[in-house]
């Protein structure tokens, strides 16, 4: 590993200046995937800026919206009673991901800005345009079958890997930041970025920005909620894909409203904003989700070895679909 500078500053404003003014300096928190990227050699920061003495680990049930700490852990957001009445789809999709020991180092604020697991940006001989610009793609003919099927570039076809992102961008949540230039919020489907041309670039942060909190507003989505994760074993992985599924229906079971997102398909949570909206008036029936997902998969284009993904889509679509209508 690279040898780099260690700072542990106690205010924000410090915190957020000693990487606004130096750019080969990068926040760590949790470390459970900096530290391995550094590790590895794909990310060599010269100075680490330790930002777990600041203050933003709180979780706050403001009117409307539950307020979550940057650098609340996911475990304990999990956990906490507030999120798992007011939010039990962030709640289901938290638990979904990793391992317990890593949910329990693992903060909010890392969890979303997590890198890819594409095998070839890890592996330092193989060209990769998102550890090193300009040098190609090892996935656009080398083995693809965890890729994208959204939304990619001929530059870089990774997939964003966060589960708690994807419950995130259905839930209409915001990205409190705080930077050089000052405080601002991002809603949480543009913090994230498509890679164009540009894939190493992940977000839509700039240089110095930190994150605050994420802000999850009330809705009538506490019931009838599921997080369908499809992966190789039954922790501790990553989604080949994965479905956010949330339903608000009436007494007659139709659908008043509902939302929709898709993780492991794209370089960003996937939200499936036209498929929720077929949905609406629709009775909570096999049909109705059936008709949802072909609308949902509209666009998707599958490389040489992950084909399993277009069939794999709508399946899991009508599977959390029909698991939270039936959730009681
Ligand atoms: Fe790199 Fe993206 Fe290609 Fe993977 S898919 S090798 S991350 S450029």
Known sequence: MNQFQYVRPTKQQAAIDAVAKDATATFIAGGTNLVDLMKRGVMTPQKLVDINRLPLTRIDADPGKLRIGALALNSTVADDKQVRERQPLLALALNAGASAQLRN??????????????????????????????????????????????GFSDKCIAVHPSDMSVALVALDATVQVSGPKGNRSIPFAELHRLPGDMPQKDTTLEPGELITAVDVPDGPFTKHVHYQKVRERASYAFALLSVAAALDLDSNNNIKAARLAMGGVAHKPWRLTAAEQALVGKPATEESFRQAAAIAM???????????????????????????????
């Not at 070839?120 to 998102?130: E, G, L, R, V």
């Open 298 to 328: 509209q666009g998707a284009k599958a490389f040489q070895h992950n084909a399993y993904k277009l069939k794999l889509g709508p399946n899991t679509i009508i599977q959390a679909l029909k698991t939270a209508a039936s959730v009681a």
């Open 105 to 150: 180092m693992a903060t909010v604020g890392g969890n979303m800005l997590q890198r890819t697991r594409c095998s070839y940006f890890y592996d330092t001989t193989m060209p990769c345009n998102k550890r090193e610009p300009g040098t190609g793609c090892g996935a656009l003919e080398g083995i693809n079958r965890m890729h994208a099927i959204f």
